[in-house]
């Protein structure tokens, strides 16, 4: 697993693949151990990145904190020092999958290639834009979490998984109405998970065809887990603040996490006329949708003030990495 498929996956031979897939033994498990938390993330993702792993930190996390990234471009000069400080390791992903395209690492299927290459063995996968309100390390010692060994967190509406669509018939499996997965969060064993998480995996490397009828790597997590009959527990509902974020919460209400979706990503403050802007300009959107989205932000973020702090800080890195080139 983790190469380059030897044959084309299509609507013509997916369903016998992935059956052959489901009926194969599981590769050979490498000597995992620990807890820790994995981060894909580089180049445009990193200002957002570093803001989750000192709200991490912040509230208290000690576990390890993984960066995956893919090619070391996408890591300046600035990134290790202002990483490391919070101790946080760096790996390139294409040290691992030497075969792979490097355009289909830098999209979504790094995230299932990041948790096999971890050495970790209990890994809680937090997206860059996902950024914590609490000390998140509880949901490892929680009974949800230790009678299935998976927690999965749901999406806010189903997106691709819809009745009568192919996928149906190239997994072999009936539309039954489940919750879509929201995969900016999730947590398991891969001991425990190892024969599913390959076969999300081989799923990613397919992406060509798979995500045609899946949406990214989340369904992909969400068709494995169910065709295999591995259990999981689904955290209840998030809420929806259109255009701006989703916000997962635990059992009794206790809000986790606001993950920001359809806007733009974090970077170092810049001035913008009068104002300090942390947000990147959108690519093809004019500049006063920039601004609402800047101020839709600071409203609704649960903790923005320390995301603003954390960029200030962020700042003196690249201004010194700049100053000494």
Request: charged letters at 25%; glycine letters at 6%.
């Amino acid at each position: 697993m983790n190469d380059l498929l030897e044959y084309k996956i299509d609507a013509s031979n997916a369903a016998n693949l992935f059956n052959e897939q489901v009926k194969a033994p599981a590769p050979e498990m490498k000597d995992f151990s620990g807890r820790g938390f994995v981060i894909c993330a580089g180049g445009p993702y990193l200002e957002s990145a570093y803001v989750v792993v000192r709200l991490l930190r912040h509230y208290g996390a000690t576990l390890p904190i993984e960066i995956w990234h893919a090619g070391e471009d996408e890591i300046p000069a600035w990134a290790r020092p202002a990483f490391m400080e919070h101790d946080v390791s760096l790996h390139d992903i294409m040290d691992c999958c030497k075969n792979r395209p490097l355009k289909q690492m830098r999209g979504f299927p790094i995230k299932t290639a990041a948790i096999l290459h971890s050495q970790l063995r209990e890994v809680m996968l937090i997206d860059a834009d996902c950024f914590p309100v609490c000390n998140l390390e509880f949901l490892f010692d929680t009974k949800e979490y230790q009678e299935n060994r998976a927690i999965f967190f749901p999406d806010y509406q189903r997106h691709i998984l819809l009745p009568g669509k192919p996928v149906w018939d190239h997994v072999g499996m009936p539309y039954n109405g489940d919750t879509e997965f929201e995969t900016g969060l999730l947590l398991f064993d891969k001991v425990a998970c190892w024969k599913a998480l390959n076969l999300a995996e081989w799923m990613n490397l397919g992406s060509e065809f798979w995500y045609q009828h899946a949406m990214g790597d989340k369904d992909t997590f969400y068709l494995s887990w169910r065709k295999l009959n591995h259990p999981y527990f689904l955290a209840p509902d998030c809420s929806r603040v259109p255009t701006v974020l989703s916000r997962h919460y635990w059992t009794g209400k206790k809000h986790l996490a606001d993950h920001r979706t359809g806007t733009s990503k974090y970077t170092v403050p810049y001035k913008k006329g009068i104002f300090t802007s942390y947000l990147s300009p959108y690519k093809g959107r004019p500049v006063y949708k920039d601004f609402i989205d800047e101020c839709l932000q600071r409203f609704v973020n649960s903790n923005y003030g320390l995301h603003i702090k954390f960029l200030d800080a962020l700042k003196t890195y690249k201004d010194a990495s700049e100053s000494s080139q």
